[in-house]
């Protein structure tokens, strides 16, 4: 809304769900039912995801489940589900820096860019030339204010995607 970037831009595709197709919804006075079926189709997505694990109950598909869960209840804007979900995937594979990132762009998609840290330093910890968690970072940072270590953490970006 104030024109920051945000990671969710790069992590879920740029664009927000809620921007497709609104202009012939709201002449048509249906803004609030797209809104009411896009939130079904969610609970829908969620309820398969989590029958998928009746079918595979081993701890990589438990992880699969709830990173897809936390991608779908980010997306849903229910970002404390989607911050459970990422955490439950992360008990499993730990040492996935990708999950990390997630959970980091989660947690700053959520106004808790300081919560958010700690993640990406983890993800790049475990993959340290990882060019996205280091702009997931420098995002963090500009959001706090940490303009220095911003500069620092986007001039690193830089260096391995230029």
């Not at 939130?39 to 995801?49: A, K, P």
């Not at 694990?53 to 869960?69: N, S």
Request: with cysteine.
């Amino acid at each position: 809304v104030d024109g920051s970037p945000r990671e969710e831009d790069d992590l879920y595709g740029g664009a927000d769900v809620e921007d497709e197709g609104i202009e012939g919804e709201v002449a048509n006075g249906g803004i609030r039912t797209m809104r009411a079926k896009t939130m079904v189709e969610m609970r829908d997505v969620e309820r398969l995801l989590l029958r998928a694990l009746e079918f595979d109950r081993t701890a990589d598909a438990a992880a699969d489940v709830y990173e897809a869960l936390g991608v779908v209840y980010n997306v849903s804007r229910d970002f404390d589900a989607a911050v459970d979900a990422f955490q439950r995937a992360i008990e499993v594979r730990p040492d996935d820096y990708e999950l990390r990132n997630k959970l980091g762009a989660t947690l700053a998609n959520s106004n808790r860019s300081d919560e958010a840290l700690p993640s990406y330093r983890v993800a790049l910890k475990l993959k340290p030339k990882y060019a996205r968690g280091w702009l997931n970072m420098a995002i963090s940072h500009s959001n706090l204010q940490n303009y220095q270590e911003a500069a620092r953490c986007y001039l690193q970006t830089l260096s391995l995607n230029p």
